[in-house]
């Protein structure tokens, strides 16, 4: 089969968070393969894979779903589709920082961009020396996923010492976490700023009912239009469309350059303190609001799936040159 006729891959994870974009493309009549990440298999010695184009949408929060080999299994289905030379759109360099809280610090680091003074350990016996370095009340977040159930917050050293010793810290299954400074959030608000090919595509504040900065939004279902319910406490949770200002949507557009993200999000809380802008999360691979065309104003698939459109094009397009 040429290269022009194979149908999209499109690797996701979660049965639910990917309907618009398979309708949108549906929509426009583009052929597409639904690859199940959490369920998958592959050959490393084929010379060629059934499509002209992989989009890669597996999010590292599967993790707590249970499709923990999905993050890890994306990774390297994604090296060996780049190395027949299919494109992808969020490839290993995206999968790569998703999958890591450390590597998003160690980005935002090396672009001089501000983020809570973290310590990174890899054993439960350093907790303890780590968080003496920093200022209470401290959060421990596993590293392979930002979800609120993975995060635990310690207003002081008594209390860490007694979760240690009651052995009820996890350092998730790669053994690494974040022992972070706590930012409590101005107004209990996070905001997100979706980018998509290098440009700002949207922005949205979410006014969370707990002193808690890092709910992620790709964990979160829709209980109305304009508002958001977790998956862990249903508690109500309210979105709304937001306009950052030019400076901190160049720092994400940055970040989104460094991270090597086709379409990915950026996320960043303000200090109730001292109005501080703290960056605190780098999503590759996330869903886009519910009912967008109520909270947004238009829909964001359709703009993916343009995206999509274009990176199918020069396949598609291609005439030879003529020589005279």
Known sequence: MSISKRPIGIFYEHPAWFKPLFKELEKRRIPFVRIHAANHQYNPAEREVPYNLVVNRVSSSAYLRGNSQGVFHSANYLSHVERLGVSVINGTAAQ?????????????????????????????????????????PIVIKVNLSGSVASVLRFGSIGNLQKAIDLHQINLGSDHT????????????????????????????????????????????????????????????????????????????????????????????????????????????????????????????????????????????????????
């Open 96 to 136: 790569e920082i998703e999958s890591s809280k450390a590597k998003q610090l160690e980005l935002l680091a090396s672009l001089g961009l501000p983020f809570p003074k973290t310590r990174i350990v890899n054993h439960v016996n350093q907790i303890l020396p780590a968080a003496l370095a920093l200022r209470f």
């Open 177 to 324: 976490a974040l022992v972070q400074e706590y930012i409590p959030a101005k107004e209990n608000t996070i905001v997100r700023i979706e980018t998509l090919n290098g440009k700002f595509l949207y922005a949205v504040k979410i006014h969370t009912r707990s002193e808690s900065f890092n709910l992620r939004p790709s964990e979160l279902t829709y209980g109305s239009a304009n508002h958001w319910s977790n998956e862990n406490n249903r508690n109500a949770i309210r979105v709304e469309a937001y306009s950052p200002s030019q400076k901190i949507v160049e720092d994400a557009l940055r970040i989104a350059k460094a991270a090597r993200l086709d379409a990915g999000a950026v996320e960043y809380v303000t200090s109730a303190v001292n109005d501080q802008l703290y960056f605190c999360n780098i999503i590759a691979l996330s869903n886009y609001v519910n009912d967008p065309i109520n909270v947004l104003g238009f829909d964001p698939h359709v703009d993916l799936v343009d995206y999509i459109e274009e990176r199918m094009r020069p396949i598609y397009d291609h005439e030879p040159v003529p020589v005279f």
